[in-house]
């Protein structure tokens, strides 16, 4: 069993940052695939980055691609996500996730997501 707990969203104008973080506590918490997932309001969730357990393999999203970037901590159980140059259509709910397979072209539908956390992009 894994917990996530998302934090950092918030209101930003386009052009503009934010870093998300992720805690995460459990059960296989050092060896344990994580990443983000979003849902903008009227579409389905999708997969936007994640990361393997040692930080050794990566996924983005091409739309994301040159302007996200996902990290692990230290200790391998926090996650973070850093969005610069965001843009209206980056508005969503951002949810952690863990527990997944990850190449640098897929993600498999993960098994344990945090609660999500609002990111708003103004024009």
């Known amino acids: 069993q894994v917990q996530l707990v998302e934090s950092g969203g918030g209101l930003v104008q386009a052009g503009g940052s934010l870093r998300l973080s992720c805690a995460a506590s459990?059960?296989?918490?050092?060896?344990?695939?994580m990443g983000w997932f979003r849902q903008a309001p009227g579409k389905e969730r999708e997969v936007v980055t994640a990361?393997?357990?040692?930080?050794?393999?990566?996924y983005l999203a091409e739309s994301v691609k040159g302007r996200f970037t996902i990290s692990r901590g230290i200790a391998k159980n926090t996650v973070y996500l850093q969005m610069n140059s965001l843009k209206p259509e980056d508005t969503a709910v951002y949810y952690c996730?863990?527990?997944?397979?990850?190449?640098?072209?897929?993600?498999?539908?993960?098994?344990?997501w945090g609660q999500g956390t609002q990111v708003t992009v103004s024009s």
């Open positions: 996730t863990a527990g997944f397979q990850v190449s640098d072209s897929s993600v498999t539908p993960p098994r344990y």
């Open positions: 459990g059960r296989t918490l050092n060896s344990i695939n």
């Open positions: 990361i393997s357990w040692d930080g050794g393999i990566t």
